[in-house]
């Protein structure tokens, strides 16, 4: 069983819905959780990070961290043609190493 | 501030050859990853630098891969006498490191693909 579970969809939105994207862990170790955003042959970008429970917002996207459920969640409001792309959800311990799940394919139709 | 950089974006080689990447981190960055991916799989962790010291090495890192970080600057990634499966995307990543739990930003990679 792999640390950390991800759906790897393709997850097929219309344009403008909330999109809802989860990964699972099994290390209690972790503490700083992240979710990237990778276009295809593009390196991943950063778009939320966050230090142990609770809920970060930035514009369209909100991520939450349940520490006790082991539980991660990134969503996106008002979905976007351009939101389509991996994401990946990322988590350390001490941040050095990242352990990414395998990543969720988005795409988001106009 | 410019992003991290990587050289080649792609490289070919045949089975058996030796191949070296590098990687130029955010100015200021001390700390320096490579990870490898691929296709439909996350990144995996190989090795990291803080500053000139390689710190952690992953047991993804065979002896036939040597990572350097001489100055504490750019890193070079090689790989002797590569192998099919060598195949992958190598992505770099870097962090200022002065406080715990920094986040990584990742440069675009080399694809490295073996005839």
């Known amino acids: 069983q792999k640390e950390v579970e991800q759906d790897p969809g393709p997850l097929s939105v219309p344009e403008g819905a909330i999109v809802s994207l989860n990964c699972t862990y099994s290390?209690?170790?972790?503490?700083?959780f992240m979710w990237y955003r990778q276009y295809s042959r593009k390196g991943p970008e950063l778009l939320m990070y966050t230090y142990s429970s609770g809920n970060k917002e930035d514009g369209r996207f909100t991520a939450q961290v349940d520490k006790s459920s082991k539980y991660i969640s990134l969503f996106i409001r008002d979905s976007q043609p351009s939101d389509s792309a991996t994401y990946l959800c990322?988590?350390?311990?001490?941040?050095?190493?990242?352990?990414f799940g395998a990543g969720t394919i988005l795409r988001v139709k106009s | 501030d410019t992003g991290v950089s990587q050289d080649p974006r792609h490289k070919i080689t045949k089975r058996g050859q030796n191949v070296t990447f590098r990687c130029d981190p955010i100015?200021?960055?001390?700390?320096l990853y490579w990870y490898r991916q691929t296709l439909g799989q996350g990144p995996e962790f190989l090795t990291y630098f803080q500053n000139e010291a390689q710190l952690e090495k992953s047991r993804l890192l065979s002896d036939r891969f040597s990572a350097e970080r001489p100055k504490g600057s750019f890193s070079t990634l090689e790989i002797q006498r590569t192998e099919q499966g060598d195949s992958a995307m190598y992505l770099c990543a870097s962090s200022s490191g002065t406080q715990a739990g920094q986040p990584q930003h990742f440069g675009d990679g080399t694809r490295l693909s073996i005839l």
């Open positions: 990322a988590m350390t311990r001490r941040g050095n190493k990242l352990v």
């Open positions: 290390n209690s170790a972790f503490q700083y």
């Open positions: 100015s200021e960055h001390n700390r």
